[in-house]
């Protein structure tokens, strides 16, 4: 499979946007001893969500999703 190299930045991209939520997130909730399974439950959904917005310039239809 070849990657184009706006595909490779808009990746890039949003996978860095993801590691800024999910650093945001740990240090919201590293300081506490007690998290709700909730929180964490947003937590990850909003990494999910990052992660499976497709690309402006790059629709995926092929996304299966496990449940």
Known sequence: MV???TETRALD????E????IDK??????HRELVSSNEVADLLLDV???????????????????G
């Open 13 to 16: 991209e949003m996978i860095s």
């Open 48 to 66: 999910r969500t990052l992660l499976a917005t497709p690309t402006p310039d790059h629709d995926r239809d092929d996304v299966v999703v496990a």
């Open 18 to 21: 993801a590691l800024a939520v």
């Open 3 to 5: 990657v184009g190299v």
């Open 25 to 30: 997130g740990l240090g919201d909730l590293g």
